[in-house]
């Protein structure tokens, strides 16, 4: 693989939860904290993406595949670039189940995010019986190969990638650092089939169930460069030693 120039990132994804007094806490905590070889982003829900004041970079859970218009209840590029975001979330496990979003739709909300200038953090990964049934790396190569197609390779060199076994989300059912690279590893692997350069450098965050005393072992993992972090992300101590383990 070629050399890289890839920086470790740990985005929080608050989901459904938090609350003006978490913003608060959160900011206060990263305003005292040194972390020079790292870059951190939370993931708000949208009411709060407001009340941020730009000491940490901030990112959408979710995004309108349309541009503006006659769509209730939806929300732009446009609008999130006012708010100073610079990261969407895109594709995550819970919106392809609770909004039934395919894989065809993701690629759509992927370029919309591009073509604003904002980075997608595109979410892949597998339910339990797939990967039981041996079709783990299909089913990732079919969401990745989606996207691919739409968006083409070389826009890969924009997007961040987070790989999220649906199994260990929420479930405190991590992925085993060796399971996560194995993955990664395929990842990175699949793309070096189409851009050598874009696979070394793109950055994959692991997902599932991460929390302050498993976060380095994950992070140091060889194609592991980072985290999405859901429920240990709404606290700021441990939110913030995850990002510490990524610092290093
Ligand atoms: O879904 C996740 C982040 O997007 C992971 O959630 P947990 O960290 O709560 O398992």
Redesign the pocket.
């Known amino acids: 693989m070629e050399s890289n120039s890839r920086r470790q990132l740990v985005a929080g ?1 608050w989901k459904m939860n938090g609350d003006k007094a978490l913003v608060d806490k959160v900011q206060k905590q990263f305003a005292a904290a040194t972390l020079n070889n790292m870059d951190v982003v939370i993931c708000p829900p949208f009411p709060y993406l407001g009340l941020f004041d730009g000491k940490v970079k901030l990112g959408s859970q979710n995004i309108s595949q349309f541009e503006s218009g006659a769509h209730t209840g939806e929300v732009s590029v446009a609008m999130l670039k006012e708010f100073n975001c610079q990261y969407v979330i895109v594709g ?1 496990s ?1 919106r392809r189940a609770d909004n039934n979003e395919s894989s065809s739709l993701v690629a759509l909300k992927v370029e919309q995010v591009l073509n604003a200038y904002l980075t997608p953090i595109l ?1 892949v990964g597998e339910p339990e019986d797939v990967r039981d049934d041996g079709t783990l790396f299909d089913y990732i190569a079919a969401q990745l190969d989606t996207v691919l197609l739409k968006v083409g390779i070389s826009q890969f060199a924009d997007i961040v990638l987070a790989y ?1 076994p649906i199994w ?4 405190g059912k991590t992925a085993s650092p060796a399971q996560a690279q194995e993955v990664h590893a395929f990842i990175r692997g699949h793309l070096a089939k189409q851009d050598n350069n874009i696979a070394a450098n793109i950055v994959i965050l692991y ?4 929390k302050g005393n498993n976060a380095q072992e994950l992070f140091s993992q060889a194609d592991v460069d980072g985290g ?5 992300s709404l606290n700021p101590e441990d939110f913030l030693s995850i990002c510490q383990a990524a610092n290093q």
């Open positions: 994804n995550h819970e979410c999220e260990a989300i929420g479930t997902g599932g169930s991460v999405l972090i859901g429920g240990a």
